[in-house]
């Protein structure tokens, strides 16, 4: 800390103190240095008292300013009372220190008085002569002009330390929501590898007993779908686990749209016949999509296992020219009809929106699954719709838009 620092920090009592002991040795100096025009007699007591009243009252300038002022004032009329034999004063400091702190500190009620009386006053009775009337003024000026210029710069100085402690708040907010976002992408990634995982498990596992006496050679591949499920499974969460160190390493990278076909096969291989089909000319996305697009896939597929006892699927990645559109149909249960209740509205993948089945019939979940669908859809920009295929009394059709641009 700078040497002003540390005494801007001392308590305004003592500074006043220290100023007033200042500008008193100051006043003080011509009594040392005069002799009287009238003979050799010292300088006496009560002529040295005006010096005594135009210096002390600065102690309390921060409380009384204009109180400050008016006594200097009067104690300086006083000391002139006695010109020409009295020790002249080239600056009454007291008198500019009173009228700074006037500019400072003092309403403006008070300002405009000290403005009103002291500019009138100064030129009528500010000296005998042009110069020091000139010097008056300027001086007085220049004290006045000093105050107000500190008082704006504090001013500008506080509206900066809040601006500066309001941006750090709504940083410290906004890295709040960050981890609270990335929390939430988390879980809905984690329920997605475990869910997809489990179900393929789930389904082999109950399949193998019966092909084991029947077709040995399918129990044997349940039973390796089984395995390569939860190896998946753990290598993705050890992937996503490693986000949350704070160790800096190669990290494997999330699963993209290059890995859909590979999810697909692995659910056709023992489960359901699902397909892939692509259309359009594939082109580069941003990592949000490739992971929504992935995710999408995934989930669509794990509910399918675990709730629409289908025979077979299909996958379309419709690459178009704004948007890529990623449509997941099977051929299951669908939303059972003597159940839906009241409809709902959800929106269409390609902009407007349709009237939609109830999900939360029996077979089909409207939990963590489907909203993750749809939130994942809309971060990237997107919407997502679920449904009966179009066409069809039956089967499920999972359907969201990703748009191509950022937004």
């Given at each position: 800390?700078?040497?002003m620092?540390?005494?801007r920090?001392?308590?305004p009592?003592?500074?006043d103190?220290?100023?007033?002991?200042?500008?008193?040795?100051a006043q003080s100096v011509?009594?040392?240095y005069?002799?009287?025009?009238a003979?050799?007699e010292?300088?006496?007591?009560?002529?040295?008292?005006?010096?005594l009243g135009?210096?002390?009252?600065l102690?309390?300038r921060r409380?009384?300013?204009l109180?400050?002022l008016?006594?200097i004032?009067?104690?300086?009329n006083?000391?002139s009372m006695h010109?020409p034999?009295i020790?002249?004063?080239?600056?009454?400091y007291?008198h500019?220190?009173?009228?700074?702190?006037i500019?400072q500190?003092a309403?403006?009620?008070?300002r405009l008085v000290?403005?009103?009386?002291?500019?009138p006053g100064a030129i009528?009775?500010?000296g005998?002569?042009?110069?020091?009337?000139?010097r008056?003024?300027l001086?007085?000026?220049?004290?006045?002009a000093?105050?107000?210029?500190v008082?704006?710069?504090?001013?500008?100085?506080r509206?900066?330390e809040?601006?500066?402690?309001?941006?750090e708040?709504?940083?410290?907010?906004?890295?709040e929501?960050?981890?609270?976002?990335e929390?939430?992408?988390?879980?809905?990634?984690m329920?997605?590898i475990?869910?997809?995982?489990?179900?393929i498990m789930?389904?082999q596992a109950e399949?193998?007993?019966?092909?084991v006496?029947?077709?040995?050679?399918?129990?044997?591949?349940a039973?390796d779908?089984?395995?390569?499920a939860?190896?998946e499974a753990?290598?993705?969460?050890?992937?996503m686990?490693?986000?949350?160190k704070?160790?800096?390493?190669?990290r494997?990278?999330?699963?993209?749209?290059?890995?859909i076909p590979?999810?697909?096969g692995?659910?056709?291989d023992?489960?359901?016949?699902?397909?892939?089909?692509?259309?359009?000319?594939?082109v580069a996305?941003?990592?949000?999509?490739?992971?929504a697009?992935?995710?999408?896939?995934?989930e669509s597929?794990?509910?399918?296992?675990?709730?629409?006892?289908?025979?077979e699927?299909e996958v379309?990645?419709?690459?178009q020219?704004?948007?890529?559109?990623?449509t997941?149909?099977?051929?299951g249960?669908?939303?059972?009809a003597d159940?839906?209740g009241?409809?709902t509205?959800?929106?269409?993948p390609?902009?407007a929106?349709?009237?939609g089945?109830d999900?939360?019939?029996?077979g089909f979940?409207?939990?963590?699954?489907?909203?993750g669908i749809?939130?994942?859809?809309?971060?990237?920009?997107?919407?997502?719709?679920?449904?009966t295929?179009?066409?069809?009394?039956r089967?499920?059709?999972?359907?969201?838009?990703?748009?191509?641009a950022?937004?």
């Amino acid at each position: 800390m700078s040497p002003m620092a540390r005494f801007r920090a001392l308590h305004p009592l003592l500074i006043d103190a220290v100023l007033t002991a200042v500008v008193l040795a100051a006043q003080s100096v011509p009594f040392f240095y005069t002799r009287r025009m009238a003979g050799p007699e010292p300088w006496t007591v009560m002529e040295y008292l005006p010096v005594l009243g135009a210096t002390l009252p600065l102690i309390v300038r921060r409380r009384y300013p204009l109180a400050v002022l008016i006594a200097i004032i009067l104690a300086t009329n006083v000391y002139s009372m006695h010109d020409p034999d009295i020790p002249p004063q080239p600056l009454w400091y007291g008198h500019l220190v009173a009228t700074y702190t006037i500019a400072q500190l003092a309403p403006r009620w008070q300002r405009l008085v000290v403005i009103v009386i002291m500019v009138p006053g100064a030129i009528l009775f500010g000296g005998n002569s042009v110069p020091t009337l000139v010097r008056g003024l300027l001086t007085w000026v220049a004290s006045y002009a000093l105050g107000r210029a500190v008082t704006v710069h504090q001013a500008y100085a506080r509206v900066l330390e809040e601006r500066a402690a309001q941006l750090e708040r709504e940083r410290e907010l906004e890295a709040e929501r960050a981890a609270e976002r990335e929390r939430a992408r988390i879980a809905r990634d984690m329920h997605d590898i475990l869910a997809h995982a489990v179900s393929i498990m789930v389904v082999q596992a109950e399949a193998g007993p019966l092909a084991v006496r029947t077709n040995p050679d399918r129990a044997e591949a349940a039973f390796d779908a089984i395995g390569a499920a939860g190896r998946e499974a753990m290598a993705q969460l050890r992937r996503m686990l490693g986000l949350l160190k704070e160790t800096e390493g190669p990290r494997e990278p999330q699963p993209t749209i290059d890995r859909i076909p590979e999810l697909v096969g692995g659910v056709g291989d023992t489960g359901p016949r699902v397909s892939l089909t692509t259309t359009g000319q594939p082109v580069a996305v941003s990592s949000d999509v490739e992971i929504a697009a992935y995710r999408i896939v995934q989930e669509s597929l794990t509910n399918m296992l675990k709730h629409a006892a289908a025979t077979e699927a299909e996958v379309r990645l419709d690459w178009q020219d704004e948007a890529l559109l990623v449509t997941v149909t099977d051929d299951g249960r669908g939303p059972a009809a003597d159940s839906r209740g009241m409809n709902t509205l959800s929106p269409d993948p390609r902009g407007a929106e349709r009237r939609g089945p109830d999900l939360r019939g029996p077979g089909f979940s409207g939990g963590n699954g489907l909203i993750g669908i749809r939130e994942r859809a809309a971060a990237c920009g997107g919407a997502a719709s679920f449904g009966t295929p179009p066409g069809r009394t039956r089967g499920f059709q999972v359907a969201a838009r990703l748009p191509l641009a950022g937004v």
